[in-house]
């Protein structure tokens, strides 16, 4: 399995990126795919996650409505735009698979995930 992220960089608050996920190794268009970030001195946390069709897409409170989640089988990638960034939003963001194949809950569970990527960073500085 092997996720690579990319897209992350320097930008100032209310600025927009696009993160995007390359993923092999594994049947993409079964697992559920996440967007985790880590931000300083905090944990592991969850920030976005998409249906293995694309069609369900369940957002943490701290972004619904600025981030929105983006996934193509035909290519084995899924996105992160990120619109109207604040300095909170400056993390290390990580793409990750679902533990098991064809799950998915609109109840986000730690125990869900798979194997993760690498991340790439955000910061949201003026």
């Known amino acids: 399995v092997q996720l690579v992220e990319s897209g992350g960089g320097l930008v100032q608050p209310g600025e927009s990126l696009r993160l995007s996920c390359v993923a092999s190794g594994f049947t993409f268009e079964d697992y559920t795919m996440f967007w985790l970030r880590q931000r300083p001195g905090k944990g592991l946390e969850w920030v976005s996650y998409v249906h293995r069709y694309g069609r369900d897409k369940v957002y943490a409170d701290s972004v619904k409505g600025r981030f929105t989640i983006h996934r193509a089988n035909n290519n084995s990638t899924v996105d992160l735009q990120m619109t109207d960034l604040q300095p909170e939003d400056t993390a290390v963001y990580y793409c990750?698979?679902?533990?098991?194949?064809?799950?998915?809950?609109?109840?986000?569970?730690?125990?869900?995930?798979?194997?993760r990527g690498q991340g790439t960073q955000v910061v949201v500085s003026s």
């Open positions: 990750a698979k679902q533990r098991t194949s064809f799950t998915f809950s609109t109840r986000f569970s730690p125990a869900a995930l798979g194997a």
